[in-house]
């Protein structure tokens, strides 16, 4: 094992442990062994020796000069036993000031970030300070639990969760999961080969209506208390008592049939056409936003075609690990479509009808999951059950999101692990700051400067939080960054060309 001493403890308060950097070089010197570079930065862990013989694992915070001499402030991370060769959280004991701090061995690391007590771990990704290190992860809390996949357009997201599911999948062929993908802008399509993806478009998609609750189509049409909620549920009790899979397309005519029913007579013993038009006035905003429904032919694909095989039986019978679902369409139809998509999921899996395990990716989930959702939309009631009580019953959800900030702070707290990218926003980073649990402060301030690729990893399924460099998906997403090529750009004048004055 070979250690390389960079300086001295000079301090240590709780949690913190100041060094003192006696070897420079070490610092600002990149190492290559065997084709594979790494060094010491922001970041990267360290070592100490404690009494007993064991290591301290220190991550490092800060580099500083203060009157010539060069420091470190580190944090600490855990415990290393070279006897059983395991790394654990925290700390019993501290080591003494004027103690030696070193380099760790790759030999080290390598035990630092590997699991222990999982028998099928995976990776990730590599450690940043040194490419030889894979970042292993435990697949039953990452697609089992709940992940958390964070960062600005364009920061790699979309690429983390195809590199992710590519690396399983190819891994683990025999593995009895399902990975169901809500492409919300058609970016996951490209990303898997067909033998091992079914892509179900938009209009092939069957969720009936019919499995609403009274309240929930009163909420679905808006119906507001009074006179409209009591009619739309009698109307709705009079359709499903002659078809449990009701045409949408008669309820028009069985509200008229209501008002008929329900206006007075007048002395002569006819219909009153006052009280009609009272009624029917009343009924005009519920009425409007039935005809809005029943006019968009897309949506009513969906809902409203009785007898075929429902969209999760479908999925759920494929032998294919990958469902992509085609969701590129207005928000108030995702709103309906994603609400049934999810009350069917919740109602099947929470009667344990299969064992197969779910794990939901739901991409640019701030659409359809966020805490300023209108009221008079369906709502993420069936979202947040699974977010709650999912894994119990084999369904675990990847939460992707370029706004965090936007999301439900019940669902987003839910998140046993987390993969942050490049955010920006200071909204963003303080409401991930104040909702997920990091070993160091330090990793919220480097997310900002977080190269493309590039994420900070944490939580349940990790060994240590740390920076990684994801593995590359392939094939990859369409979600590569806009060109602009040059025949959009003015023309560069040469040096010959006379410029005006």
């Known amino acids: 094992m070979n250690n390389t001493v960079i300086g001295h403890l000079t301090k240590i308060t709780g949690s913190k442990i100041t060094i003192r950097i006696v070897e420079k070089n ?9 084709f594979s570079s790494s060094y010491v930065s922001i970041g990267t862990l360290i070592g100490v020796r404690l009494v007993d013989g064991r290591d301290l694992v220190l991550l490092v915070e800060e580099i500083y000069e203060n009157n010539h001499d060069v420091y470190a402030t580190a944090a600490i991370s855990g415990i290393y036993d070279s006897v059983t060769q395991k790394f654990s959280f925290g700390t019993n004991a501290y080591p003494l000031v004027g103690e030696c701090a070193y380099k760790l061995d790759t030999t080290i690391l390598k035990r630092v970030f590997t699991l222990n007590k999982v028998t099928k771990a995976a990776s990730i990704g590599t450690y940043v300070y040194d490419p030889s290190v894979p970042i292993s992860y435990d697949p039953n809390v990452m697609f089992g639990k709940h992940l958390g996949v964070f960062g600005n357009t364009g920061s790699g997201k979309t690429c983390t969760v195809v590199s992710l599911i590519q690396q399983y999948i190819h891994s683990n062929p025999d593995s ?14 490209a990303a898997f080969d067909k ?9 092939k998609l069957r969720f009936h209506h019919s499995m609403l609750s009274n309240s929930e189509y009163g909420r679905l049409f808006r119906a507001a208390e009074g006179v409209q909620y009591p009619a739309i549920k009698s109307c709705i009790s009079a359709l499903a008592a002659k078809n449990k899979q009701w045409d949408m397309r008669k309820l028009p005519n069985q509200i008229e049939e209501w008002i008929n029913e329900n206006t007075p007579q007048n002395q002569k013993g006819e219909k009153d056409v006052f009280s009609k038009n009272n009624i029917s006035g009343h009924l005009r905003t519920m009425s409007l936003r039935i005809d809005s429904v029943l006019n968009d032919s897309q949506l009513m694909s969906v809902i409203n075609t009785a007898g075929d095989e429902q969209t999760i039986d479908t999925i759920l019978k494929s032998p294919k690990p990958v469902v992509v679902i085609d969701l590129q369409v207005s928000s108030d139809t995702l709103d309906v479509v994603l609400y049934l998509m999810f009350k069917a999921l919740y109602e099947r899996k929470s009667k344990r009808v299969d064992t197969t395990h779910i794990c939901l990716v739901l991409e640019e989930a701030h659409r359809y999951i966020n805490t300023g959702a209108e009221e008079s939309k369906l709502g993420s009631y069936y979202i947040d059950k699974l977010a709650r009580e999912g894994r119990k019953f084999g369904v675990g959800l ?17 998140c046993n692990s987390v993969v942050m990218h490049k955010i920006n926003s200071k909204k963003d980073l303080e409401f991930l700051k104040n909702v ?7 990793f919220h301030q480097q997310m900002s400067a977080l190269e493309k690729q590039y994420a900070i990893v944490c939580g349940e399924a990790f060994p240590n939080d740390t920076v990684v460099k994801i593995h590359d998906a392939s094939p990859r997403p369409a979600s590569s960054d806009p060109v602009i090529e040059d025949r959009f750009l003015p023309n560069t004048p040469s040096d010959e060309d006379e410029l005006p004055f």
């Not at 033998?195 to 209009?203: A, C, L, Q, V, W």
């Open 195 to 203: 033998k091992e993806m079914d892509f179900i478009e938009f209009e």
């Open 176 to 189: 009895d999961i399902k990975f169901i993908i809500l492409d919300v802008n058609g970016e996951y399509k």
């Open 436 to 442: 997920l649990r990091v070993s160091s402060d330090n």
């Open 398 to 414: 990847i939460i992707s999101s370029q706004v965090p900030s936007l999301l439900s702070y019940e669902i987003v707290s839910q």
């Open 26 to 34: 070490c610092i600002s010197k990149v190492d290559v062994a065997d």
